[in-house]
């Protein structure tokens, strides 16, 4: 990376209480202009970068990072399709040809000049779920190299009637990991398939087939080494329409299947079908960085608790009616960055902590929550001997809440930690209103909970809060207006009309939580029945 000077640091508030107005000075500078909207790789992380390492050294932090450094690597692929060369299904020897975006949605994540799937047999997954811990495999013995992998989106329970034996096996209509077209794609390549392509329908996705294809062929990956680049050639979606003529013409009854497709006996079927594809590819690596403060532990350092946030954001665009290019997610994340520091601020204001804190600020999340994958897989901190990750990434700003949003119920005891906290502040917790949109795996803290460390988040995009003023009726409106005007756009910008008492109040819990944690030898679990439970009790030995 470039070297870049620190940008002139503030001084902190001298009081140790979570600041409203320390979190405004840091929300309003990490959205100037001068940082251009936070992507990755561009002269705005640069500065990104700068910024954060100044801030932590301002706030006492040890470097945190590799080899003693603030940062870690983060290689970033970045692939853009372009238009095919060949693209068809073909069905007992006869072609059905495919309208790239509107029959078919794909995108590679291989860094190759082109990505080819020439007339590789199709197979019919159902939801494609291997989940031991539910007596669950939808795959048996049939081998998948080199084939093409049809999968049906959400949970094999979530289309299921009260009195199917899978009924709730899968969390009901809540979403599992299973559900989520990233375990889908991960499924396939793990066993090898040429290409992967869920067959999509709208209410089991949780978005219609616009948001499929509004990356229009662009995608972004970890960039890896060449034998760990994965099998998929194309991964993507079939439109629900297309997808009943492809089943029809080859003679396969899709609501029968659908139905099958929700028994443990399920075999996958040989669909009689191929697809060939043939596009050129874009192709680029861009150098990121996440970035990470420490407060080391005194009694055991070698036990951490890492509060996490995003620092990158949308980058430029196209002007918006004010003329604004920068979408400078001023909620998202920088909001969530500033809980952060306020916390590692309170923390430096205490004793030192038994345990080690660590401060982290992740890369490209919006990109698929690669900064944080990439340091799930190359762990500076032993992901064993990680206590929990406690991830904010946005809060709402529409004032005090009395209540406090759970994402992910049932999941771990953090949910207990976090029931307990608000509580002391006088607040209830709310349950998520659609745990069908899987949001507990659409943050950073994911990465992480995928391998087995306690986790919660913070988000308040999950639920309308119970707002002081104005109540639930005032929280879903405060929700609305952010999901439909400001997500990812430049709108997410910092207003004077913020209040930010309710999301002091958030970033409070996560400090008192956190707080709990570093002085003992308590360790945070996963419930019985949650899918990332296995994984953590397997390396119980090492937490005795
Ligand atoms: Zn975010």
């Not at 009689?272 to 874009?282: H, I, K, N, Q, R």
């Not at 004077?496 to 939580?513: E, H, R």
């Amino acid at each position: 990376m470039m070297i870049v000077a620190p940008v002139q640091a503030q001084s902190p508030d001298q009081s140790a209480d979570i600041s409203a107005d320390e979190v405004t000075r840091t929300v309003r500078t990490l959205t100037l202009d001068q940082f251009e909207g936070r992507a990755p790789g561009t002269a705005g992380e640069d500065r990104t970068i700068g910024y954060l390492i100044g801030r932590f050294q301002a706030l006492g932090l040890e470097p945190g990072g590799v080899d003693g450094s603030w940062t870690q690597p983060v290689p970033l692929l970045h692939t853009r399709l372009g238009k095919p060369d060949a693209l068809d299904f073909s069905i007992n020897g006869n072609g059905m040809a495919l309208n790239p975006g509107k029959d078919i949605y794909v995108s590679t994540l291989q860094p190759k000049d082109r990505a080819v799937v020439d007339k590789a047999e199709m197979v019919f997954v159902g939801y494609g779920v291997t989940a031991p811990e539910r007596g669950w495999d939808d795959f048996k013995d049939v081998d998948l190299k080199g084939k093409v992998a049809v999968f049906l989106v959400n949970d094999p329970d979530f289309a299921a009637a009260a009195d199917e034996t899978v009924a709730g096996k899968f969390g009901g209509r809540a979403m599992t990991y299973y559900g989520r077209w990233t375990y889908k794609f991960e499924e396939a390549s793990r066993r090898g398939a040429v290409a992967a392509l869920i067959v999509h329908e709208t209410e089991a996705a949780g978005y219609g087939w616009s948001v499929v294809e509004s990356p229009q062929g662009e995608n972004y990956g970890i960039a890896k080494p060449d034998d760990e680049v994965t099998s998929l050639a194309l991964q993507g979606w079939i439109s629900g329409g297309t997808a009943q003529k492809l089943f029809d013409d080859a003679g396969l009854d899709l609501a029968k299947l659908r139905v099958a497709a929700r028994k443990s006996d399920f075999t996958p079927v040989p669909m009689g079908a191929s697809f060939t594809a043939d596009y050129p590819v874009e192709q680029e690596t861009v150098q990121s960085q996440n970035v990470f403060g420490k407060i080391p532990g005194k009694a055991r350092p070698d036990e951490t608790i890492i509060y996490g946030a995003h620092w990158d954001a949308y980058g430029e665009g196209p002007p918006d009616a004010e003329g604004r290019i920068y979408r400078a997610g001023a909620n998202d994340d920088a909001l969530g960055i500033a809980g952060i520091m306020e916390i590692a601020r309170k923390f430096k204001s205490l004793p030192q902590p038994d345990r080690t804190i660590v401060i982290a600020a992740w890369s490209a999340e919006e990109r698929g929550l690669l900064g944080s994958e990439v340091y799930a897989q190359n762990p500076i901190y032993p992901l064993e001997k990680t206590v929990a990750n406690l991830t904010i990434d946005v809060l709402q700003t529409a004032g005090k809440a009395k209540d406090v949003i759970l994402i992910g119920k049932g999941q771990g005891t953090l949910e207990d930690d976090l029931a307990k906290y608000a509580k002391a502040q006088g607040r209830v917790v709310t349950e998520e209103n659609l745990p069908e949109r899987g949001l507990f795996f659409r943050a950073d803290h994911f990465s992480l909970a995928k391998r087995g460390v306690p986790v919660l988040l913070m988000m308040s995009l999950a639920g309308a809060s119970d707002l002081v003023e104005g109540g639930r009726k005032a929280g879903q409106k405060w929700i609305d207006d952010y999901t439909g005007n400001c997500y990812h756009a430049a709108c997410d910008a910092w207003s004077p009309d913020w209040n930010l008492d309710g999301a002091v109040q958030d970033i409070n819990v996560m400090f008192d939580i956190g707080e709990s944690l570093a002085y003992s030898e308590r360790w945070p679990e996963w419930k019985a029945g949650s899918e990332f439970k296995e994984r953590r009790d397997a390396s119980a030995d090492v937490r005795r």
